[in-house]
């Protein structure tokens, strides 16, 4: 088990950010073993028929046999959601001692795969070649695997994000880390994460908390090592939704004809988190009359609202997301008099079917 001491301070400065790079760490676990979730096979069975000749021997022995990563490539995000380049640069700086230290105790007590042997070197120039080559290979897959997907991964982990922050103003830390994972529990101010293979105490002492949610993740995933401060990422909610192997192609005429023209047109806007009065000044109508349009759509979950200071920000759900989507591209006119425009179909998904774990053995092909 490993805990986290947490003050009144540390609970104050909680957190919680997104990371395009740890998403990208987590998602070999799911690339290298399919059986952690089978929600994610679609996805899976995407990127590997796209993967090429990318070092696959490499990117595998990054996950080790107990599936802990090294800590030095999940650095915490200094900002809400930092840019995946701008969290590899920080990966890219490690020192050398710090890259040899992380990958041995990522990998304890099992030796180092023969991808990673340069980690065991004494001098320092083959473990920053060791570890320039792991950045520009995350690169290219972060490019391939996670990108094309992330603006959808976003908004789920956005949503997530917001269900929390209810949690804790509704019941406090206790209901925020109860309704977590099973396997924590908030107890006398300390945070307790059962089922670890590692057994440590952390004492925050004013570092706070960085919360981040997961797509790729199947439980609570602390630092491996005690001395880094106090993180935790954890399942997020909604992921479900994102990888519909078989989601029906919706026609955009079927769609204004389910919503009707004007709730079709608002629902095609809020790719981005807009106020009300600027998604009425964007249609050039009251904002009264958006105003009933959201109500709808929020109360069918295809809209989500979140306070910023004095304005309530909408933004589609997940569910709202795969609905435009998923429509196809031809043009109506709405009863605001303005054209309805959905984007189109993304194309369609690689039909490798395998469903056997990835080693750390020759690329996939």
């Not at 992380?102 to 180092?112: E, F, K, S």
């Not at 395998?354 to 080693?359: A, E, H, I, M, R």
């Amino acid at each position: 088990m490993i805990s986290f001491v947490l003050g009144v301070e540390d609970l104050a400065d909680t957190r919680f950010a997104l990371s395009p790079l740890h998403e990208t760490l987590f998602s070999l676990r799911v690339l290298q073993d399919p059986g952690l979730s089978a929600l994610h096979l679609p996805w899976r069975r995407s990127v590997l028929g796209r993967l090429g000749t990318l070092d696959t021997g490499l990117l595998m022995s990054l996950v080790a046999q107990r599936r802990t990563l090294p800590d030095f490539l999940t650095p915490n995000p200094t900002s809400f959601a930092p840019a995946f380049e701008e969290e590899l640069s920080v990966v890219r700086q490690a020192s050398c001692a710090r890259v040899r230290h992380d990958l041995l105790l990522a990998h304890a007590p099992d030796p180092v795969p023969e991808a990673l042997r340069d980690a065991t070197a004494a001098e320092d120039a083959p473990v920053a070649r060791l570890r320039d080559a792991i950045c520009d290979l995350l690169r290219q897959y972060w490019e391939v695997a996670i990108k094309p997907v992330w603006p959808q991964m976003r908004l789920v982990l956005e949503a997530d994000m917001t269900y929390r922050a209810r949690q804790l103003a509704l019941g406090g830390a206790r209901l925020l880390f109860a309704d977590m994972h099973p396997n924590l529990r908030w107890q006398g101010g300390e945070l307790y994460i059962r089922k670890m293979i590692s057994r440590h105490r952390v004492a925050a002492s004013g570092r706070g908390l960085l919360l981040l949610p997961s797509v790729f993740a199947h439980k609570p995933a602390p630092p491996v090592s005690p001395d880094e401060p106090p993180s935790l990422v954890y399942p997020s909610r909604g992921v479900a939704t994102l990888w519909g192997s078989e989601m029906p192609t919706v026609d955009a005429t079927a769609l204004v004809s389910l919503l009707g023209s004007s709730r079709a047109r608002l629902l095609s806007l809020l790719e981005e988190p807009l106020p009300t009065v600027e998604l009425a000044r964007r249609l050039r109508v009251t904002p009264s009359a958006v105003s009933q349009h959201l109500r709808v759509l929020h109360s069918t979950g295809l809209v989500t609202r979140t306070r910023d200071g004095r304005h309530v920000l909408y933004r589609r759900s997940a569910l709202g997301d795969q609905l435009t989507t998923t429509a196809t591209e031809p043009r109506t006119h709405d009863s605001w008099g303005s054209a309805v425009r959905l984007r189109p179909t993304p194309p369609g998904r690689a039909t490798i079917h395998s469903t056997k774990p990835l080693t750390g053995s020759p690329p996939v092909r």
